[in-house]
């Protein structure tokens, strides 16, 4: 590895870029930070805005061309025309192994050797991302450069010395590109869509600070960073890399920003098996689709709307389409739609908030301070994620905000819960309810049972739903007859109750109503029990639930959703 930078490195810099045509304004002070590397200090103040600061002469900056005509001798010859920066890495490995040969020697002098990207963490230090997205992302990406080192090695031409490229070499390469480039569409004012990342000698020198306002500007010769505001004498002069939040700086740049306002949680979520009709209202062939929770937007509409697709029965897709059509995304198709959504939009997140926690270190490290601040970021956010979930719950169930004053934000959801039994039909309330006391003695002697738990242990809960749901039509109750009416249309017809599903519940009608009927012939004798009448109560169980957690133990329960 090379030598530490010393001052004489950054003036050998400086003279270097400056003889080739680049600029280092007078008024600042390249020089080592105790923390952060090398970076800048205003020498005097620079007073007024779109004062240049630092330019790199094109002929300096580290492009494919230089790369590919350097390593290849012309374009044409190089391999990697569509991985510009494999190029570009092979190149930088190359100078860095010629040293004080190399053109760009006096910038590869003070360009640092070791990082704090997690890339380069030991396992004590891995370990305390365990749980969070860079925990699985840095074994994805050493992979994905291990193999373009491979690849790399093996079309480099025969004059070089492949025993050279190692891959610690490789790896250095790679992380300079990450910690340091600026994107070619930038740069050289071009498209968008063909950018890869380009080394602007000097104009790289600064650290990071979000908002700061900073030009870049572009000539047909040069590439110069300006300030957008005047600098105090002895102030430390930014860059601004960007709306980065802290995951994307630690991985990428191996340092993050406490508070930072431009942080966000990722959620990378795989799309599952999905009818034609779920697609197009996803608007998405791929198969996943990328969120980011902040703290000013803890539950963005289209992470909602992508729940509603994902749990929506046949009838409520129906609705959502007719929505997407008048543009009405943020709307909901009805109260069992959101509250399964909301559900499970909940358990996704606090299940990723339980894997994750922050570490207590005494005296941190650079790395462990990065992590501590990066997973109490991840943490703030996913627990204002999930605030927000239980106020759109409130919201959906009419009920007025009361949220708990506690930090346990587990105890939110079984909170919200408690209102369910205004809008839907559960085990507990077949028990409690005096409505049910007559079929619910029926089931306890039928089914050998005392309690919903039993019924949930023998694993009968939908079973025991089919006949209270079949129950309640036989009864129809005023209190009841919409829903009934409604599912009597959406279920009961020949396309959802086909001839092989029926026959399924002719088995279980054999089963358990003749037994039924010994022990209660007013409510189980009646003809209007049929197997027909089963088989549309099963579609009702299948597709109108949702499953919530119990107030008191928090284990999972079955709810058929009765509001419309
Ligand atoms: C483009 S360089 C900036 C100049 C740099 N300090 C150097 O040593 O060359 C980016 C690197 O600087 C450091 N850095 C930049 N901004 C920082 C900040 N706000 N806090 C801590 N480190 C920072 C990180 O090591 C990062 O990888």
């Known amino acids: 590895m090379s030598e530490p930078t010393s001052l004489s490195d950054f003036h050998e810099l400086v003279t270097w870029a400056e003889s080739h045509g680049g600029y280092c304004s007078p008024a600042l002070e390249l020089t080592k930070s105790e923390t952060s590397g090398s970076t800048a200090y205003a020498k005097c103040a620079i007073p007024g805005s779109n004062r240049r600061l630092l330019s790199c002469p094109v002929s300096l900056i580290i492009d494919y061309d230089k790369a590919a005509k350097h390593i290849w001798g012309d374009l044409d010859s190089c391999p990697f025309s569509r991985s510009p920066q494999i190029a570009i890495r092979l190149f930088l490995c190359n100078q860095r192994v010629l040293g004080r040969e190399s053109s760009w020697a006096a910038y590869i002098k003070i360009l640092p050797a070791e990082f704090d990207t997690p890339l380069y963490y030991n396992h004590e230090e891995m370990e305390m991302l365990r749980g969070t997205n860079i925990f699985g992302e840095v074994e994805l990406r050493r992979h994905a450069w291990i193999d373009e080192w491979k690849r790399g090695v093996m079309y480099l031409p025969p004059i070089f010395d492949k025993s050279l490229f190692s891959w610690e070499l490789y790896l250095w390469a790679c992380t300079i590109l990450s910690s340091r480039s600026f994107p070619s569409s930038i740069v050289f004012n071009t498209d968008k869509e063909d950018s890869y990342p380009v080394l602007v000698p000097l104009v790289d020198s600064l650290n990071h600070k979000p908002l700061v306002p900073i030009y ?7 590439f110069a960073i300006s300030s957008g505001k005047s600098i105090e004498a002895g102030d430390e002069v930014f860059n601004n890399y960007g709306p980065k939040g802290n995951e994307e700086l630690l991985m990428g740049y191996g340092f993050c920003i406490e508070n930072n306002e431009l942080d966000v949680v990722t959620l990378k979520l795989r799309h599952p098996p999905m009818s034609l009709e779920k697609v197009q209202l996803i608007s998405s062939d791929k198969s996943e689709t990328i969120f980011h929770l902040s703290q000013s937007n803890p539950l963005p509409d289209g992470l909602l709307y992508f729940f509603r697709v994902i749990v929506t029965n046949k009838h409520e897709a129906q609705k959502l389409s007719e929505l997407a059509i008048v543009n009405e995304r943020s709307k909901t198709a009805g109260t069992r739609c959101e509250l399964d959504a909301l559900g499970k939009l909940y358990n996704a997140l606090s299940l990723k908030l339980r894997g994750i926690s922050v570490p207590d270190v005494a005296n941190p490290s650079a790395r462990q301070r990065s992590t501590m601040i990066y ?7 996913l627990k204002l994620s999930l605030l927000a979930i239980a106020r759109a719950t409130y919201a959906e169930l009419h009920i007025q905000p009361e949220i708990p004053d506690t930090d346990d934000v587990t105890q939110l959801r079984t909170k919200v819960y ?45 079973q025991i739903l089919v006949l209270l749901i079949s129950h309640l039509f036989i009864l129809t109750p005023p209190d009841y007859t919409v829903w009934l009416n409604t599912m009597q249309q959406h279920y009961n017809n020949d396309e959802e109750l086909d001839e092989g599903f029926v026959e399924d519940f002719e088995r279980l009608y054999e089963s358990y109503i003749p037994p039924l009927a010994e022990l209660n012939s007013d409510i189980f004798g009646s003809e209007k029990w049929t197997p027909r009448l089963l088989a549309w109560a099963g579609k009702v169980v299948d597709s109108e639930g949702v499953v919530s957690e119990n107030c008191e133990d928090g284990r999972p329960e079955y709810w058929i959703i009765t509001a419309v």
């Open 216 to 222: 870049w500007t572009v000539t047909a010769d040069s």
């Open 375 to 381: 997973i109490s970021q991840q943490v703030k956010i």
């Open 418 to 462: 408690q209102h369910l039994p205004d809008y839907g039909i559960n085990l507990d309330l077949l028990f409690s309810s005096p409505r049910f006391s007559e079929f619910a003695k029926v089931i306890k002697k039928g089914f050998d049972v005392t309690s919903p738990s039993d019924i949930r242990a023998a694993d009968i809960e939908d």
